[in-house]
């Protein structure tokens, strides 16, 4: 919570990136994922629905299937060799 505003060194990042939030967080707000979302220059959001803020470790299977949808679109991608 006392941590530094990275916003911007999220902007820097040039890859695909994936936000995972559980519905039920209380401790970072949806409002938050929202502004990571959007400094960021590919993010793909993905809510993890009856979950709180561990969504790996509540509902592994769901997260589990989110990392694998994520993986397959990132495979799908042309080369930026």
């Excluded at 209380?26 to 994922?33: A, D, H, N």
């Amino acid at each position: 919570a006392a941590r530094p505003d990275s916003r911007a060194d999220l902007a820097r990042l040039a890859v695909p990136s994936l936000v995972l939030w559980g519905e039920q967080d209380v401790l970072s707000p949806r409002g938050e994922q929202d502004l990571m979302v959007s400094a960021l220059r590919d993010a793909r959001f993905v809510e993890i629905p009856e979950c709180g803020h561990l969504p790996a470790v509540e509902d592994a299977p769901a997260t589990v299937a989110a990392l694998r949808a994520f993986l397959r679109d990132v495979r799908s991608l042309p080369s930026r060799s």
